[in-house]
């Protein structure tokens, strides 16, 4: 599903990483590790097509990222406690990125499956600057995964979640067994429900 050939970041004389090489086959959990700093994010980022690579290349079901179709692929949660339109409910933000990826017949019940199952029926109607960083976080994870992405890049996804809404978030992972996953963490429990990891190094 995710294949990376010889990658490289740089920002300017400042090397992320290089010569990263990494294959996660279809249904597969990968833990991306580090110290702050090590580049994780960036990674997540150049997967997601929002930052290009410095070199090498990075396919999603063999589509180059930050194509359309490797868009349409992916679900994303980036900074989890921000990115959301503030202004919208969470049931809107979550609407947003249905009506792009799901024909309109499925958008209303694709949305009303995602609150029922991260538990956001209680305040989906609320504007998002009226929530929590944890309600806001739950809400960025269902907006990931409102389309059914074949694949899924989590940062710090549990960093403002409490233990109910991370057991939440894994028993969703749990049941989408073919999903893909790239995960970066700094919890051991998340790395335990992973099938492989790779740790990035302090940026040079």
Known sequence: MLAVRRAQRR???RVIFTDLDLDVP????????????SGKTTLL?????TLTLSAGQATV??????SL?????????????????????ARENLALVA???LPRRAVGPA??????????????????????AGMRARVSIARSLVAEPALLLLDEPGRSLDDTSRLLLWAALDRRPGLTCVIASHHADDRSRCQSALTLSAAR
């Open 11 to 13: 920002f300017g004389r």
């Open 26 to 37: 279809v249904g597969a959990r990968m833990f991306l590790g580090g110290s702050n700093g």
């Open 61 to 66: 079901g063999g589509h180059p990222v930050g």
């Open 111 to 132: 949305v009303a499956r995602i609150e029922e199952e991260l538990d956001l029926t209680g305040y989906a109607s609320v504007a998002v600057e009226r929530c929590s």
């Open 99 to 101: 009506r792009l990826r």
């Open 69 to 89: 179709p490797a868009r349409r692929l992916t679900g994303v949660c980036l900074a989890p406690e921000q990115g959301l339109y503030e202004k919208l409910s």
């Open 45 to 49: 980022r150049c997967l997601s097509g």
